[in-house]
Each structure stands twice: as structure tokens, then as C-alpha cells.
């Protein structure tokens, strides 16, 4: 499937909070200091990733027959999240995207993730639009991710992640 460099790169996303922006200096009215937004911790976290929804009319039959059987399946993996991953989330997200796809939208505030992406068609991808939406405290993270492909592919997938513990080594 030509989309799977972008389906791959996309689970690698580590939902990843910033802090609120400084107040305006020129509000007169004294407010309680908002409560910083939430980080992920960096550590050791599995994470699962559910494959809801896949059809690709580029796949082979024994290939969509195989995608057909993966629908419902859930893969676990341990993934190390480490403190540069968790500093600037949109770094993160260029390194796990081709460098021609463009960022429509990128939110990473108050436990909310909302982020869309899109890709231009090229000869090994056959592009499209990705959206993540979910959500993500210190110690875990939710990402429900849809792809629409350029030549008619659909993808949804469920991520779930929580924290295990430090990181080896």
C-alpha cells in the first residue's frame, strides 16, 4: 500500500502538551494564573494500536483480503518517549511525515490533540489527508487517526497508550 510510509510515520506521533501562552501584559483585570497545561512524561509506555477501518482499491486481492483480517486486530509495542520528543511535538511530527506534506492544523493544548495534515501525490505515495484527534494527560495518551488517500484508500486506527514505567538505559 502506497500510503503506508505516511500510516507508519503517523503512529510514531506522541500526543505532547505545551505550556499556555503568557498573559497580556496590557489586561487590566487580575485573573488566577491558569493551571499550565498537561505533558506527556517521558518513559517507557505501550502502546496499542487498533486497526478499524482499511480499504485501498491499489491492494491485490490476497493483500485486501489480509487488510480485511487485520480490521478489529490490536498490536502492542513498548515505545520509548523520551524528554526531546515531548519539548517541541511539531519537530516530532517533521520527522515522521515526507517533507512536501503541509500541516493544515496542528493543537496540542489542555490535554487536546487535533492535528491534519496533507500530502501531495508522487510516484511512491499516493498522498492524501490525515487527521489525529484525541486526547492525552502525564501519563497516557488516546489518538483516533483517519487517512484519506488520493486513489480512494481509507484508513482508521485507534492508539492507546499508557506510561509503564522509565525508560532502559
Request: net charge negative.
Amino acid at each position: 500500500m502506497r500510503m503506508k510510509a505516511l500510516i507508519v510515520g503517523s503512529l510514531a506521533l506522541v500526543a505532547c502538551g505545551r505550556d499556555e501562552p503568557a498573559p497580556d501584559a496590557n489586561n487590566a483585570v487580575a485573573q488566577a494564573p491558569a493551571a499550565p497545561a498537561a505533558q506527556i512524561e517521558p518513559g517507557l509506555y505501550r502502546q496499542a494500536t487498533t486497526l478499524l477501518e482499511m480499504k485501498d482499491p491499489t491492494l491485490s486481492a490476497a493483500e485486501a483480503e489480509a487488510a480485511a483480517k487485520a480490521i478489529g486486530q490490536t498490536q502492542s509495542e513498548d515505545r520509548c518517549v523520551t524528554p526531546d520528543m515531548v519539548s517541541d511535538p511539531k519537530e516530532l511530527i517533521k520527522s515522521d511525515i515526507a517533507e512536501d506534506c503541509t500541516m493544515q492544523r496542528s493543537v496540542w493544548d489542555g490535554g487536546k490533540i487535533d492535528i491534519a495534515l496533507s500530502c501531495p501525490k508522487r510516484d511512491d505515495l499516493s498522498g492524501g489527508n490525515l487527521g489525529l484527534t484525541g486526547t492525552y494527560a502525564a501519563d497516557n495518551y488516546s489518538i483516533a487517526m483517519s487517512l484519506q488517500g488520493n486513489d480512494g484508500e481509507v484508513v482508521r486506527m485507534r492508539v492507546d497508550a499508557k506510561r509503564l514505567g522509565d525508560c532502559a538505559g
